[in-house]
Nanobody, 125 residues
Framework: QVQLVESGGGLVQAGGSLRLSCLAS????????IGWFRQAPGKEREFVGA????????SYEDSLRGRFTVSGDYAKNTVYLQMNNLKPEDTADYYC??????????????????WGQGTQATVSS
């Protein structure tokens, strides 16, 4: 089992930044990929980005590339999502998830086995 806890959400004005954290515990040796997803009210959950566990080369949803950055501090068992130049449409609950099978940077939520409880980010105009 892997436990994931997100933190760092909050209220920010448009143009501002937030850094979300995802702390992993439990059987972290089995983690292959950490992904970030988000879900806005009334919308489906969508892929944000993913990074190989213990790696640095992340993948991103094309529309978010350049504003969002995924990185890891594996000494702290933590993966970060840095979000810059935020827009009101970035308002959502943000989730991190762990994939255990392969190192493919999955973009489908069904490829992830363990999920955190989410953290809310609200961007005001």
């Amino acid at each position: 089992q892997v436990q994931l806890v997100e933190s760092g959400g909050g209220l920010v004005q448009a143009g501002g930044s937030l850094r979300l954290s995802c702390l992993a515990s439990g059987r972290t040796s089995g983690i292959k990929v950490i992904g970030w997803f988000r879900q806005a009210p009334g919308k489906e959950r969508e892929f944000v980005g993913a990074i190989p566990w213990l790696g640095s080369r992340a993948s991103y949803e094309d529309s978010l590339r350049g504003r969002f950055t995924v990185s890891g501090d594996y000494a702290k068992n933590t993966v970060y999502l840095q979000m810059n130049n935020l827009k009101p449409e970035d308002t959502a609950d943000y989730y991190c998830a762990a994939a255990m099978g392969t190192t493919v940077l999955h973009s489908r939520s069904g490829d992830y086995s363990f999920w955190g409880q989410g953290t809310q980010a609200t961007v005001s105009s």
